[in-house]
């Protein structure tokens, strides 16, 4: 018997995808703001069209640790300022991540050791984080205009 791995919730051109597994996989990678271990999948609210009471799909999360994502709903701007202000494309993050998961099970020669993803990910996200080594201190010492 074939279990499916993931369900859609929609048929319209952006499929709301939900996959709890995928969720787990998320979490258990670093959070992309400050490598820190300790994550949980963070669904970019402005990735996709939504209803009343609707979440994007699973495909648009990205790992935050506790610290940045209770920062990113508190912070008095939206979260696509927010993603602005630290000059990162949250759903460009999103597809490489979504992209190498299922890479990663489609192809049964995949090395599963994540260099890959380091290298797409986290190699280009420094430099820009670099500046705030501590996103609280750059976020409180923004104006919010």
Same mark, same amino acid.
Not at 13 to 26: G, H, M
Not at 46 to 56: D, E, I, N, T, Y
């Given at each position: 018997?074939v279990?499916?791995k993931?369900?859609?919730?929609?048929?319209d *051109?952006?499929?709301?995808? *939900?996959? *709890?597994?995928?969720?787990?996989?998320?979490?258990?990678n670093?959070?992309?703001?400050?490598? +820190?271990?300790?994550?949980?999948?963070?669904?970019v609210t $402005?990735?996709?069209?939504?209803? $009343?009471?609707?979440?994007?799909g699973d495909?648009y999360?990205v790992?935050?640790?506790?610290?940045?994502?209770?920062l990113?709903?508190t912070?008095g701007?939206?979260? *696509?300022?927010?993603?602005?202000?630290l000059?990162?494309?949250?759903?460009?993050i999103?597809r490489? $991540?979504?992209d190498?998961?299922h890479n990663?099970?489609?192809n049964k020669?995949?090395?599963?050791d994540d260099?890959?993803?380091?290298?797409?990910?986290?190699?280009?996200?420094?430099p820009?984080?670099? +500046?705030n080594?501590?996103?609280?201190?750059? =976020?409180?010492?923004?104006? =919010?205009?």
């Open positions: 018997m279990t499916k993931c369900t859609i919730l929609s048929e *051109k952006a499929q709301r995808i *939900k996959d *709890k597994e995928y969720l787990k996989w998320v979490a258990s670093p959070c992309i703001l400050c490598q +820190n271990t300790q994550s949980q999948a963070h669904h $402005f990735a996709m069209p939504r209803g $009343f009471s609707q979440k994007v495909q999360t790992p935050l640790c506790y610290p940045h994502h209770h990113l709903h912070n701007m939206s979260e *696509k300022d927010f993603w602005i202000k000059d990162i494309d949250a759903i460009e999103c490489r $991540f979504y190498h998961y990663m099970w489609k020669n995949f090395f599963y260099s890959m993803l380091w290298r797409t990910v986290y190699d280009e996200l420094v820009k984080i670099q +500046n080594v501590d996103v609280y201190h750059s =976020f409180l010492n923004m104006s =919010f205009l």
